[in-house]
Nanobody, 124 residues
Framework: QVQLVESGGGLVQAGGSLRLSCTASGRTFSRYYMGWFRQAPGKERDFVAAISWSGGSTLYADSVKGRFTISRDNAKNTVYLQMNSLKPEDTAVYYC?????????????????WGQGTQVTVSS
């Protein structure tokens, strides 16, 4: 089990950028597949991006492809989500999640541990 803490959310104008960070406790972070999800008010939680152990393999939702980049630094126990060209529809609470067994999964049920979330608000 890992404990996950997200940071970096905030208020930004449309077209702007934010970088979210998710720092994990524990010495086994590099063995976890990591993902980002988001939940807008009144909607279900949706997949955003996922990354493999090494960072060599990534997966994105179509809605963010070409605008968002997921990366990780295993030496810092941290996974990042760089968000560019933000749109009002990107407004949501963003969660990072860790999976022991499933690489590149968009299925939230395949993730074992979750952070508390960080709010991202994009104004038009």
């Amino acid at each position: 089990q890992v404990q996950l803490v997200e940071s970096g959310g905030g208020l930004v104008q449309a077209g702007g950028s934010l970088r979210l960070s998710c720092t994990a406790s524990g010495r086994t972070f590099s063995r976890y597949y990591m993902g980002w999800f988001r939940q807008a008010p009144g909607k279900e939680r949706d997949f955003v991006a996922a990354i493999s152990w090494s960072g060599g393999s990534t997966l994105y939702a179509d809605s963010v492809k070409g605008r968002f980049t997921i990366s990780r630094d295993n030496a810092k126990n941290t996974v990042y989500l760089q968000m560019n060209s933000l749109k009002p529809e990107d407004t949501a609470v963003y969660y990072c999640a860790a999976s022991r067994f499933f690489s590149g999964s968009a299925n939230e049920n395949q993730y074992d541990d979750w952070g508390q979330g960080t709010q991202v608000t994009v104004s038009s």
